[in-house]
């Protein structure tokens, strides 16, 4: 599909804002005066003139902002637009966030891209909590917790999939629309991916929100939509229940997985453990379709690049390969934690980069990643340093890891700290860790389950990848060395840490901060990328890792 956007804007009656956010647009535009007074059709004709790049529509009666917005979308379609940008003419939206948008939709080309509003104090209190009965209306209505705000009109439309939808359905045609279209693409298992935008209501801003006539047309709607999920219940309950975040999935199978396998090396040792694993890695691999499937779509991407030892055509024993790696890697990982392997295996060329932390008592960062046996770096580091390893998962069994290994290794300094999201309250207790000389470790190559929108979006491997936000924000609060730290089993069975410097301080210069973290995100999925391609059977993320960032994502993979 080729890629060509322009932008929409309904407008009723306003004169205030609309010149100024037209001149910031570079986009074509296709304006729709929904009947409004003379003085203001005249103004907008004059903007039409000016502006090469505005298609002025009239309505000969007013149909409401859904209507204004339903011919733009048609409009736009007849012109032969790919995807429309939904902007309102009050000046509330953020059009910084414009190439935001268009860079996630032109990589997610079937997707609805649309704002989730980080308010300021302009916001009228009555009407920023009000939304929250809309809010709660549209998570009954779509079972699910996945649309964050409804009501945001700075969106982009995928045209195709949003004109038969129009087509199908009469949608409501005034304030309601913004909340219908987006259920009714919801029940339509579009994917909707929600970023956060600023939105302001300027002093001098003018709504046409009619307080009686609305809110009843809104009730009207969602009566309308609760019905309409009642008729499509048992479909949302099979898309609940075949949909999940990967942190949710994958629990079950990686805590008993390893469960047995400890069991089985206390009991006997790597040839017992590994007589136990093996049949349970061969279930996976015949029952997990969509971890087969992850690994084949990664496969696929990794062999179109020359320096992978992955062939051109990936077939499915390439995928076994990929999962009997998993396993071997779950037995050397037993191997660490009790000191069968040793220091000497293990090449560690930039070692005097740790060496001199360390030695100054500073605390760092260590951004890791489920590429490759990064258990053998913390093992490793604790075994000659003495150095406690505070380790950040995103999994709800950390406390029952932490008595594992406890088990499996008494003198173990490492500590499993289990989070559902990166807060200020992690900070705080990470930055104790840090003054006091300790390592903290984050993997940064997951989305938490509650971070929609906190993403950063990278090119991997040829597409673009969500990336969390949160492992570089909690780096910038610790204003502390930030390192990358990947360990890679070579073809002669010994390891090589890969182990460099991404900043000395990601917060040390407050303005510069969020341009920091942006590049050291990148940096870090560079970094992830080469490797991932060096050691594709070392990766581990068994599901779709170029998922939109939303929480109803599909992620079956079973084993972790």
Known sequence: MMFKPCVVIPNYNHTHAIEETISQLELPIILVDDCSNSKTADFLSRLAMRFEHVQ????????GKGGAVMTGLREAAKSGYSHALQVDADGQHNLVDVNRFLTLAKANPESLITGIPEYDASVPKARYYARYITHVWVWIETLSLELKDSMCGFRIYPLTSTIQLLDSTSLGKRMDFDIEVLVRHYWRETSIIQIPTKVTYPEQGLSHFRAWEDNWLISKMHTKL????LWRLPSLFWRKQKQAHWSAVAERGSFWGLKL???GYRLGGRYLAKLLLYPAIGYFFLSGGSTRRASQAFLQKVAKHAESPIPNKPNWMHSFAHFLSFGSASLNRLDAWVQKITRAEVDFPNKALLIDTLQRKQGAVLLTSHLGHIEMCRALAETQYRTRINVVVLTENANKFNKMLAELNPDSQLNLIQISEFTPDLGVRLAQYVEDGEL?????DRTPADSYGRVNYHSFLGELAPFPQGPFLIAALLRCPVFSLFCMQQDSGRYRLYFEKISDNLGAVRAERKQRIEQASKDYAS???????RYPLQ???FFDFWCPDTQDTVTKGQIR
């Not at 970094?527 to 391609?533: D, K, N, S, W, Y």
């Open 56 to 63: 002025l529509y009239r309505h000969d009666r007013n149909l």
């Open 226 to 229: 609760f019905f309409g999920m």
């Open 261 to 263: 396998t400890l069991m």
């Open 440 to 444: 903290v470790a984050i993997a940064a």
């Open 527 to 533: 970094r992830l990328e080469t490797l991932a391609i």
């Open 539 to 541: 990766w581990f993320n």
